[in-house]
């Protein structure tokens, strides 16, 4: 190495394509965490811009041929970025830039350079890459219940019922009998024009029914049915309906069986 100190080997048109690299780095986990993508393999890019750093300071030629492999096996790999559920955290990659810009400043302040600065600058990397996927993830949406909108558009009837109903002297239980929970909109008596929403038998609203959850639809002994409007969660551009009918307890007497 030169007199100058081992920063003096790595030369500002070097420093500067390990610069663009860097940030090309950090715009492909930008442009992944958009798309709620979260860096899996990626992470090889660090120790590679560090091992590129490194090559002319220890004058090891090796590292610069395992630096540029970790480089492309963090772009190339088929699950460089996999799918999250859920927003990254903060707090490691808070940690690793607080690190970074300590020890950018202790080797200011002492002068010195080499592996340090390229300790510093790696840890400022993925501390950078880390806050990076965290801030800019995209998560979906909320979905706001269905609604009105479903009394007047296009339903299906399902081929096997999502829900049962038991008439009892109060009213008529529902009862969601399908493998999933079910978004519900709205319901009706079976001969009138209402719509009513779905509620407990204290009274508390229920949006959502969960598989084997029950709900409470206070019916008189005049009704002879009910109408159920929702929405399956596994499939929530299916709205559906659920119909039942049956003969009023005060007119059973009267009922004709062909």
């Not at 500002?12 to 492909?28: K, N, S, T």
């Not at 965490?33 to 030629?61: F, K, Q, S």
């Not at 009138?192 to 959502?208: F, H, I, M, S």
């Not at 009910?226 to 007119?251: C, G, S």
């Amino acid at each position: 190495m030169s007199e100058a100190g081992p920063i003096a080997s790595i030369t500002p048109a070097y420093a500067l394509a390990l610069g663009l690299i860097a940030g090309y780095w950090l715009l492909r986990v930008a442009w992944a965490a958009r798309r709620r993508l979260t860096p899996h393999m990626a992470w090889w890019a660090v120790p590679g811009v560090a091992l590129l750093w490194a090559t002319p300071l220890t004058e090891a030629d090796a590292l610069f041929g395992l630096g540029a492999a970790m480089l492309l096996f963090a772009e190339f790999w088929p699950l460089a970025y996999r799918p999250a559920r859920a927003r990254p955290g903060w707090a490691w990659p808070t940690v690793g830039v607080v690190f970074g810009l300590a020890a950018l400043s202790l080797a200011a302040l002492h002068g010195s350079g080499g592996l340090s600065l390229a300790l510093a600058l790696t840890s400022s990397l993925a501390g950078l890459g880390g806050l990076l996927s965290a801030a800019l993830f995209s998560l979906p949406a909320a979905r706001r219940a269905p609604g009105l909108e479903l009394r007047f558009a296009p339903v299906q009837l399902p081929e096997w019922p999502d829900l049962s109903v038991t008439v009892t002297e109060r009213g008529a239980q529902l009862q969601n009998v399908s493998g999933q929970a079910l978004w519900l909109a709205g319901w009706s008596p079976a001969d009138l024009n209402a719509w009513l929403p779905v509620r407990t038998e204290n009274g508390r609203r229920l949006n959502t029914l969960d598989r084997g959850q029950s709900a409470f639809l206070p019916l008189g002994e005049q009704h002879s049915g009910v109408r159920v409007w929702y929405v399956p969660a596994r499939t929530p551009e299916q709205a559906r309906l659920f119909r039942a009918d049956w003969t009023p307890q005060r007119y059973a007497g009267t009922r004709v069986l062909n």
